[in-house]
């Protein structure tokens, strides 16, 4: 059981490129989040996606793009990588429901030069 | 108001003692709480949950909840080195929230 799977796990980038960081999970989760960590600084929520179809922003939007592709994927896009986006990266999934927790994939260290 | 705080620490306790960890959230709406533990490079991963008022014990793991004082805490007895860790407290409310977490290390 793969649970929430990131790729890639690591990626250097220069200042101005693009990229997209993918997410899937196979728990059949409704809900989805990307994640930003950064020394300090604890979990800031990126973008979440309640169910497949619909995107909402989190407290650190700026800079980034979301897709739900379907149920099991959440990708998340840097069009113009800057180096204050030199981060770990996590995504998550819970069932619906209050009472459910979030599983993590294993992150993404993104360094931007 | 940040809606979940912890004490960023560092917590020190040496081996076999009880380290205690604790929460205080702002949303008297929040139905579920739990701890999540993450090593030093690696993603955050569950270890405890809890949904009423009173102690959840897991082994050497107590959650604790007290909605009325609106906090959470989690004992570790007989503390470990391999419990050195960031331990995060989270809750949900109309979302899900997390702390900042605490860093726990266990002197051997």
């Known amino acids: 059981n793969a649970g929430v799977t990131q790729t890639p796990k690591f990626q250097v980038l220069k200042t101005g490129q693009s990229m997209t960081l993918q997410c899937a999970q196979d728990?059949?989760?409704?809900?989805m989040y990307w994640y930003r960590q950064d020394p300090g600084m604890g979990l800031r929520l990126i973008y979440y996606?309640?169910?497949?179809?619909?995107?909402d922003k989190g407290e650190v939007p700026n800079g980034y793009n979301v897709s739900r592709l379907n149920k099991r994927e959440f990708s998340l896009r840097l069009e113009s990588a800057a180096p204050s986006q030199t981060s770990v990266y996590f995504c998550a999934s819970r069932p619906t429901g209050g009472s459910q927790p979030q599983h993590f994939g294993d992150g993404t260290r993104l360094s931007i030069l | 108001q940040k809606e979940v705080e912890q004490n960023s620490g560092p917590l020190s306790v040496p081996e076999g003692a009880i380290a205690s960890l604790n929460c205080t959230y702002s949303d008297r709406g929040s139905q579920s709480f739990f701890w999540y533990r993450q090593y030093s490079g690696k993603s955050p991963e569950l270890i405890m949950f809890i949904y009423s008022n009173g102690d959840k014990e897991d082994g050497r793991f107590t959650a604790q909840l007290n909605k009325a004082s609106q906090y959470v805490s989690l004992l570790i007895r007989d503390s470990q080195p391999s419990d050195s860790a960031t331990y995060l407290c989270?809750?949900?409310?109309?979302?899900?929230?997390f702390g900042t977490g605490t860093s726990l290390t266990v002197i051997p």
């Open positions: 996606s309640a169910s497949e179809g619909t995107t």
């Open positions: 989270a809750h949900t409310g109309n979302q899900f929230y």
């Open positions: 728990m059949n989760h409704n809900s």
